[in-house]
């Protein structure tokens, strides 16, 4: 069984349907879908989502709310239209949003909450509806019905332990199950959304719950590429990688998958791939738990601007034991999160990304630092960018750190930190953010297109 | 004025005393003298603290006491008799020493802290009544009436803060004040031991007081060298280095000075110099608190080795703030100081010193690190050695991390680990312990006999 997830681009109008339907009837093992809400067509469209959020604002805050919904039941009008539905559908598409709108009118947050989810939920049901004109089993399942089972807070929904329980449950039903994807259903009846991740969560979180043999992502792009595909022309295409390398690609630039979207089928060990709607033959990008060695060290180069440094100096630093506990203490009061602490004997840097620092928070922290941990002397370097060398058991091959700082030197790149664990799966170096694009393509030229020089005798 | 520290091997019989005093009398600006205990006189010969910590022993133990003292006072009587000074002095040593017996008696650590610190007592007395000898104005000056007041726990002397001001009205005394390293007294009257850096930290606490314009440390060695003189033959001698890159090296193999035997002198900015008794005229190498740049950007390379490194992993790692405080707290509790924490997105080390995981320590901690963090993997890797590229201002210089790199790859050596902050005097590789001889030697190379290759055009 696989769970097959069709982000926004894949179902933005009645030919993206068809691709879909096409892919899934094409794999039996495609059981459960979990769609988007219809997004954008061309470059200047606007997607579902907005059109609902500009709904849900025109109720709250007196705007002409009927022109709002004649938008968002537009959209979904044409597709029923190019798939050659019946009409009920939008009928009941329209009863429905209306039904929502008189329940949560006088409360904002809720209100918001469910007409967001609607994109995902109508098309949910266009699909399952598309799929059963051809002719195929296909069942609408409601995220409640599904068990999705999340916390109250809207916006901020977490899914329950017990959800997973009856998640597994969808394993017994026939047919082409169609879920909507991005929110779920508190204990108390409420619609919530899913602060992150979208769709590519509710899909992760149901790949988990049916222990799928795959969780199958379905974008606009053929795979995910080594580098930034803006940077370089005709970048290296990755086939398979570890889960660990997919994180540190997506922290570092890379928006594949946001952060906590993949947690669910990780903890269960589920292969992803990430495949091309609209070009379904292509490979695509295999994410797994352990990546077969294939003699590539490294797998990608990413970076990631806007960062800065504290750099503090105090003569016998490494002799006081808890001056490291105490400074991160102070930042986790402050609610920073740090991304890397290099140290040496008596100074100890903590790089932070830069929007931490602003609303006076900046001269608190720095006067928390000098009078807390009675230091000689605290700096902030601003401006940094990091580069990331990422790739599974490179440290197990002799060379890896000279390519790159060979290359970045050999472009005149100043390297400002360097930060590299044992077990680690990348290299990260502290750059001017100036040149952190020159950086970047050196060391992809380095890792990835460069003639090696041969071995010497 | 300038305040002189002579070592024990400085001390150890006549002719080093007159090598000694020649220095002293060759500048005027030599007015302060801190002296060592004798030290050894040839490879198997036994320092004349380890003669009296067998004394102290013999009393306490029931041991030959007489037998012991006896061989303390012939260490003196030897060197009194080769200085052709007055008997007298060594009856009086005699009496001093059996003073203290009868007083201390009954108290083993203050007999033993009083005994081990007459050594650099008796010395001091020697040195004045020597120079005294020689026709020069010189008195001996004991800790107490110098101002050397200090805490009361027997062996484990800190300086307290109003010795400064007594200490300063050292500048206000004629002729040569010639005073034993190594320890104070108490309020209460007790003499106390510093627990390390010996008579450094005297020079170092004296130099300060009297806010000498420098502070010469006398060995027997002509410098500091750039490298460990038994991996490398001819080392580079270093002429000039700041406080910052003497600590770097100094904690990674350098045994020159004490981590915090310079502190005094590093907060007055007092300039110390280390020189060479047996060869005066050599200008060793300086120690300031800023150091002129000469185009040389590594001043040295050092390394340590019995480290270990606890590599945990963690899925979404980096979003939980706190996690790296939580960690560090752990280690706090029980005791564990640590060296450098490398960390990547879900992953991060933490380098400790191997001994600090002795006695069972190690699974208590493991067990804490893996139930209070609820981390996903934590494995302990052995036998990692750091070596240290030491060099202030190094990282302003484009490709110096590019050298280091390709010189350990050249020679063959592993990079397990790499940290370097932008406000720091040193870049660190974590390599194996095997490798770690080969390693210093390559970046040596690297860094001093290396021919330059002509700059690309």
Redesign the interface.
């Known amino acids: 069984m696989k769970v097959v997830k069709f982000g926004g681009s894949s179902l933005a109008n009645g030919t993206q349907f068809r691709k879909v339907a096409n892919i899934i009837l094409a794999d039996k093992e495609r059981r459960i879908v979990v769609v988007s809400a219809p997004g954008k067509r061309h470059e200047n469209d606007i997607k579902t989502t907005d059109l609902l959020i500009n709904l849900a604002d025109s109720i709250t805050n007196g705007g002409n709310e009927s022109l709002a919904l004649n938008g968002v039941l537009e959209r979904f009008a044409v597709i029923i239209r190019e798939l050659e539905l019946n009409d009920n559908l939008l009928t009941s598409i329209e009863n429905h949003l209306n039904e929502l709108i008189d329940f949560y009118r006088n409360d904002e947050a809720r209100l918001l909450d469910a007409l967001k989810a609607s994109g995902e939920n109508q098309n949910a049901k266009i699909m399952a509806a598309f799929l059963s004109n051809l002719g195929e089993e296909a069942h609408y399942v409601s995220p409640k019905e599904a068990g999705m089972i999340v916390t109250d807070q809207p916006g901020n929904a977490r899914i329950l332990p017990e959800a997973y329980g009856e998640i597994q449950k969808l394993r017994n039903r026939s047919g082409i199950l169609v879920i909507p994807g991005f929110f779920g259903y508190s204990k108390l009846g409420n619609i919530v959304t899913f602060p992150r991740g979208g769709s590519d969560i509710s899909g992760s979180i149901i790949a988990a719950g049916v222990e799928a043999e795959e969780y199958e992502n379905f974008t606009d792009v053929d795979s995910v590429y080594s580098v930034n595909p803006n940077l370089v022309e005709n970048p290296h295409e990755m086939k398979e990688i570890s889960?660990?390398e997919m994180?540190?690609l997506a922290?570092s630039g890379f928006s594949v998958f946001h952060?906590?979207a993949l947690?669910p089928v990780?903890?269960k060990k589920i292969p992803v791939t990430v495949k091309n709607t609209n070009h379904p033959e292509a490979p695509g990008t295999r994410i797994v738990s352990r990546r077969s060695p294939n003699g590539q060290p490294v797998v990608g180069i990413a970076s990631d601007k806007d960062f800065c440094?504290i750099?503090i100096?105090k003569?016998?630093m490494?002799?006081e034991?808890?001056f490291?506990?105490h400074l991160?203490?102070i930042?986790?009061d402050e609610?920073i999160?740090?991304?890397?602490?290099?140290?040496?004997?008596?100074?100890?840097?903590v790089i932070i990304k830069s929007h931490h620092f602003e609303n006076g928070k900046e001269e608190r922290v720095l006067h928390r630092i000098k009078t807390e941990l009675s230091v000689e002397d605290v700096?902030v370097?601003r401006n940094?960018a990091m580069v990331m060398v990422v790739g599974e058991g490179m440290?197990?091959t002799?060379?890896v750190?000279?390519k790159?700082?060979?290359a970045?030197?050999e472009a005149?790149v100043?390297?400002?930190?360097?930060?590299?664990?044992?077990?680690?799966?990348?290299?990260?170096f502290?750059v001017d953010e100036k040149d952190v694009d020159l950086a970047v393509k050196s060391l992809y030229h380095a890792y990835f297109t460069a003639v090696e020089e041969p071995t010497k005798a």
Do not use: C, W
Not at 337 to 349: A, Q
């Open positions: 889960y660990q994180r540190e922290y952060d906590e947690q990780v903890i440094s750099n100096t003569y016998l490494n002799t034991v808890g490291g506990r991160l203490e930042l986790e609610g999160s740090f991304e890397h602490t290099p140290s040496g004997i008596d100074n100890m840097s700096q370097e940094l440290f197990k002799l060379g750190a000279s790159a700082t060979v970045l030197s005149g100043n390297i400002k930190m360097i930060n590299q664990g044992s077990s680690e799966v990348s290299m990260m502290g």
